[in-house]
C-alpha cells in the first residue's frame, strides 16, 4: 500500500523559512514525478512544484520561481520542498503528490497525481 506523509508545516514570519518533506512509504513503488500542490481557504488546489523521479528534471509554479525548490531523496523516498522568502500569500495546506504515468512536460494538473498525502499546514505571517 503507498503511503505519502508530509511534515515539515508550521507558523512563520514573511521573509523566513521552511523546508517540507514528503516520505514515501511502498517498498516496491516508485513514481513517475512527484509535485507539491497547495490549497488556501477558499481557494482551488493550485500547482505548486513537481520533480522527475529518476532524472530530477524540475518545473515550478511562477509564483514560486526563484524562491522555493523542490528535491527528493532516492535512497530515503523522500522528496522535499525548500522555501524561502515566504509570504503571506503563501499560506495554505500543502500537499505531496505521486504521478505513475510518464509525462513530458511534468504535469501541472492535479488530477493527474494518483496518490496524495494528508497535507501540512504553512501560515507565514506579516
Known amino acids: 500500500q503507498v503511503q505519502l506523509v508530509e511534515s515539515g508545516g508550521g507558523l512563520v514570519q514573511a521573509g523566513g523559512s521552511l523546508r517540507l518533506s514528503c516520505a514515501v512509504s511502498?517498498?516496491?513503488?516508485?513514481?513517475?514525478?512527484m509535485g507539491w500542490f497547495r490549497q488556501a481557504p477558499g481557494k482551488e488546489r493550485e500547482f505548486v512544484a513537481a520533480?522527475?523521479?529518476?532524472?530530477?528534471?524540475?518545473a515550478y509554479a511562477d509564483s514560486v520561481k526563484g524562491r522555493f525548490t523542490i528535491s527528493r531523496d532516492n535512497a530515503k523516498n523522500t522528496m522535499y520542498l525548500q522555501m524561502n522568502s515566504l509570504r503571506p500569500e503563501d499560506t495554505a495546506v500543502y500537499y505531496c503528490?505521486?504521478?505513475?504515468?510518464?509525462?513530458?512536460?511534468?504535469?501541472?494538473?492535479?488530477?493527474?497525481?494518483?496518490?496524495w498525502g494528508q497535507g501540512t499546514q504553512v501560515t507565514v505571517s506579516s
Open positions: 511502498g517498498r516496491t513503488f516508485r513514481p513517475y514525478a
Open positions: 503528490a505521486a504521478d505513475t504515468l510518464p509525462k513530458y512536460p511534468l504535469s501541472t494538473n492535479s488530477y493527474e497525481y494518483e496518490y
Open positions: 520533480i522527475n523521479w529518476r532524472g530530477g528534471n524540475t
